[in-house]
């Protein structure tokens, strides 16, 4: 089970009738220590990834650090591209947890989806240096998260990028300034709105 959905994923599949899919890995580390999330930074203050079923659940945590392991193997291109022709996904969001850990990692899911040009593959992420200069492929589209080491390297202006607003004023502020509300529903993340506004919960 390497492609799962969670309960905002199925919310999200159910109102667009479609089939959206993520997979995850260990949040900023695994259980040795490992760094997950090389460019966290403020974000591990309120990450999403660890409150929930990740804390109170330690089968949650053993599974995503599972998924973490295969990830490193040499067949994980293979079994994932299998995953995702099995699951007759339409889109697959890389990551919940977890982000990008090396470009070698990263190149593996370009390859993943060069090969299922059929899926919308999309990521938030924090590994913005991973990306600088690259191509991808028309099917990925990836979202920059601030509240990371690199935020001074996202622009933007031209960025696909997401923003998480705090308060009691949340939703007021992320309208007044032009971002999209992606809280509920995840396919916002990737509309022509570059501009991707969570609200904190």
């Known amino acids: 089970m390497l492609l799962t959905q969670n309960t905002k994923l199925k919310k999200t599949s159910l109102?667009?009738?479609?089939?959206?899919?993520?997979f995850s890995i260990s949040a900023y580390k695994t259980s040795?220590?490992?760094?997950?999330?090389?460019?966290?930074?403020?974000?591990?203050?309120?990450?999403?990834?660890?409150k929930g079923n990740y804390?109170?659940?330690?089968?949650?945590?053993?599974?995503?650090?599972?998924?973490?392991?295969?990830s490193?193997?040499?067949?994980?291109?293979?079994?994932?591209?299998?995953?995702?022709k099995r699951k007759?996904?339409?889109?697959?969001?890389?990551?919940?947890?977890?982000?990008f850990y090396s470009k070698e990692y990263?190149?593996?899911?370009?390859?993943?989806a060069k090969e299922n040009t059929n899926v919308i593959f999309y990521a938030y992420t924090k590994s913005v240096?991973?990306?600088?200069?690259?191509?991808?492929?028309?099917?990925?589209k990836i979202i920059f998260s601030e509240g990371g080491k690199l935020d001074k390297k996202i622009d933007t202006s031209k960025h696909r990028h997401a923003r998480i607003f705090k308060g009691a004023n949340a939703l007021n502020d992320l309208i007044k300034s032009g971002?999209?509300?992606?809280?509920?529903?995840?396919?916002?993340?990737?509309?022509?709105?570059?501009k991707v506004g969570l609200i904190y919960h």
């Open 15 to 22: 109102e667009n009738n479609t089939k959206i899919y993520n």
């Open 32 to 50: 040795k220590g490992k760094l997950v999330c090389p460019f966290a930074k403020e974000c591990i203050k309120f990450c999403y990834a660890q």
């Open 55 to 70: 804390k109170r659940f330690p089968n949650v945590f053993k599974s995503l650090e599972n998924k973490y392991n295969i």
């Open 72 to 84: 490193r193997g040499a067949n994980f291109v293979e079994l994932m591209s299998k995953e995702v």
């Open 88 to 99: 007759k996904a339409n889109y697959i969001r890389i990551h919940d947890s977890g982000d």
């Open 106 to 112: 990263l190149d593996k899911w370009l390859t993943i």
């Open 129 to 140: 240096s991973f990306f600088e200069g690259l191509q991808l492929p028309k099917n990925v």
């Open 179 to 194: 971002y999209i509300n992606a809280s509920n529903n995840d396919l916002l993340a990737i509309t022509n709105n570059k």
